[in-house]
């Protein structure tokens, strides 16, 4: 699986839009860039996925780099409670067919008041 | 989407006896993932686990400690063997139907 890295910690003002930052450069060809973010004390929950291209939905958007290697995912207005640790993978096939992920240590972001 | 639900939400356990962790899917799905998140950690994933075969441990865990069942598409068991404090953190059972991973509200485990 392709190793991700991420800044340990950020803060966000409340309403200014949060960007976190992700490099993925030894990601393949075929991998797809996925964000998740956990809010304290529950699961890991889906927010945006993409291959090559921009992606937006109702949640945020996903800006992937030209060459892939690096990613950045928009919280156009940052609220409270989008206080949690992003977490940025990327997905893998293995031989087997399995679609192992594999978890980083995230971004904690802070939106501050 | 999938909607994960697991039991016991949390559990208080004495060291040396073994706990049974309950995945349930509302929709059929080849593979379950189960993962454990210990105390200010990321995630790390335990094993995959088919329907009508045996589980696939990631490096560091096995068989004995972490059995697994997978009886039917739609529900799993992690079973935490022989508890010591270390085991302490949330076990979160995840699945991958189509291309996006959905996952439990996890079990949060305190050995004492």
């Known amino acids: 699986d392709a190793k991700t890295t991420q800044p340990t910690s950020m803060d966000c003002a409340e309403g200014r839009a949060a960007n976190l930052p992700c490099n993925h450069s030894?990601?393949?060809?075929?991998?797809?860039v996925y964000w998740y973010r956990q809010i304290h004390s529950q699961g890991p929950q889906y927010i945006i996925h993409?291959?090559?291209n921009n992606e937006t939905n109702e949640m945020a958007s996903l800006i992937i780099t030209e060459d892939r290697k690096s990613s950045t995912l928009i919280l156009p207005h940052a609220t409270l409670r989008d206080t949690a640790v992003y977490y940025c993978?990327?997905?893998?096939?293995?031989?087997?067919?399995?679609?192992?992920?594999?978890f980083g240590t995230g971004t904690k972001l802070q939106v501050i008041p | 989407s999938a909607v994960i639900s697991q039991k016991p939400s949390r559990d208080i356990c004495q060291r040396g006896t073994s706990l049974t962790i309950q995945c349930q899917v509302d929709?059929?799905?080849?593979?379950m993932f189960w993962y454990r998140q210990q105390p200010g950690q990321s995630l790390t994933l335990i094993a995959t686990?088919?329907?009508?075969?045996?589980?696939?441990?990631e490096s560091g865990f096995v068989i004995d400690k972490f059995p697994i069942s997978r009886p039917n598409l739609t529900f799993s068991t992690l079973t935490v063997s022989n508890m010591s404090p270390e085991d302490s953190s949330i076990y979160l059972c995840?699945?991958?139907?189509?291309?996006?991973?959905?996952f439990g509200p996890g079990t949060r485990l305190t050995v004492l």
């Open positions: 030894t990601i393949s060809g075929n991998e797809y």
């Open positions: 929709s059929q799905v080849t593979m």
């Open positions: 686990a088919n329907q009508g075969s045996e589980a696939t441990y």
């Open positions: 993409g291959l090559k």
């Open positions: 995840s699945v991958i139907p189509y291309n996006e991973q959905f």
């Open positions: 993978i990327v997905r893998a096939n293995d031989s087997g067919g399995y679609q192992k992920v594999t």
